[in-house]
């Protein structure tokens, strides 16, 4: 039975597909939640399980997505947003060293740090943590995921050139860190 059969038994009322559904979705759907809302677990676990309740209690009036798994991320995005900006959190305008910070040298704890992982992906985790969320986000729509850049776009609620400038923006920076630490090290051990 592939996504679209499976979704239509769970809008028939299918406990069975409803709990293969869950099942396929709740890895990514975890993945993504801790990526918007790092600090609470318990908050994304929360989150996720109101978007399936929500879905059941509405499967009757659901359409079938496309693509079930952007659906489900997106459906989560839209609870976590909703209950976060229930708590009424003040917004702070980013300033300008907020804006020259993004193109500063890595500092030297995030050197230690690095110097300090066990492996490459741990190294590369760091460094992407460097990056503003957005661009957090981006990436991991586009190279977790597996997210096409209109896919990405509707997630991000930007348009499809938008998200490809994101995704790229953080690749730049990745790629300007990799470099200045990679010199960084050579001058430290080659001399």
């Given at each position: 039975m592939n996504e679209q059969e499976l979704w239509q038994a769970f809008q028939a009322g299918d406990e069975g597909a409803y709990t293969q559904l869950?099942?396929?979705h709740i890895k990514a759907m975890y993945r993504y939640g801790m990526?918007?809302?790092a600090v609470s677990e318990s908050f994304v676990l929360d989150c996720i399980h109101d978007v399936f309740t929500e879905l059941w209690a509405k499967r009757t009036r659901l359409s079938t997505p496309d693509n079930i798994r952007y659906y489900l991320l997106r459906a989560l995005k839209n609870r976590i947003m909703h209950l976060l900006e229930r708590k009424e959190r003040p917004l702070s305008p980013l300033l300008e060293t907020d804006y020259d910070a993004l193109w500063a040298e890595p500092d030297a704890d995030l050197l230690d740090a690095?110097?300090?992982a066990d492996n490459?992906?741990?190294r590369l985790q760091r460094l992407i943590a460097?990056?503003?969320p957005r661009q957090q986000e981006a990436l991991k729509l586009r190279f977790v995921e597996n997210m096409n850049y209109d896919q990405i776009g509707a997630v991000l609620a930007v348009n499809q050139q938008s998200a490809?400038?994101?995704v790229f923006r953080a690749v730049e920076?990745?790629?300007?860190l990799i470099i200045s630490i990679s010199l960084i090290f050579q001058l430290f051990f080659w001399v």
């Open positions: 869950y099942q396929q990526s918007l809302v690095l110097e300090t490459q992906q741990q460097q990056l503003p490809k400038n994101l920076k990745l790629r300007r």
